[in-house]
């Protein structure tokens, strides 16, 4: 009889990670509303179904195009402090996309290549925020990986 259970929790075991659904958000949209509702809402409300069903959600973030300006440390000092509705919203939008990294276990990837060209180094780049060389590159590997791609654009 022991030897049954150990087999199945064995094999239960070898399955977990079949448990497991992966997503890759590939996020360009400057836009407010539009990060919310498929980054910020999306993801929470994606991760509490899988978790309902007894799965988990991995979700990674590729940040890149107008998706530069909602991972800046400092807002105001940053090339986005012309839009009076981001500067007004983003305390708010920091506390809610820090808890995502905490919260959800959300990986966020920043396309380098880019970056100079948005007056960005990396020392401007919110702390949980990975720098990778290119979107490109952090897409192929995560499709790779198995992560279904989901465009969020304007």
């Known amino acids: 009889m022991k030897k049954i259970v150990l087999f199945l929790t064995l094999l239960g075991l070898g399955q977990a990670d079949d448990e497991t659904a992966k997503v890759v958000y590939d996020l360009t949209t400057s836009n407010i509303a539009k990060f919310e509702k498929n980054i910020l809402k999306g993801v929470a409300v994606n991760k509490a179904y899988y978790e309902g069903n007894l799965k ?4 990674t973030v590729v940040i890149h195009g107008g998706a530069y300006r909602f991972f800046v440390k400092d807002i ?3 090339m986005f402090n012309t839009s009076l ?3 007004e ?3 708010e939008l920091q506390k809610r996309i820090a808890s995502m990294a905490e919260t959800y276990d959300v990986e966020f990837l920043m396309c380098k290549a880019s970056m100079p060209k948005n007056h960005l180094e ?8 990975k720098i ?4 490109t ?3 192929i590997d ?3 990986e198995g992560f279904a791609y989901i465009p969020v654009r304007d």
């Open 76 to 78: 105001e000092k940053s």
């Open 137 to 139: 590159i952090g897409l």
């Open 122 to 129: 990396t020392k401007d780049v919110v702390k949980y925020v």
């Open 85 to 87: 509705k981001l500067v």
């Open 89 to 91: 919203a983003y305390p």
């Open 142 to 144: 995560k499709q790779n």
């Open 132 to 135: 990778i060389p290119n979107s």
């Open 56 to 59: 988990e959600l991995e979700v």
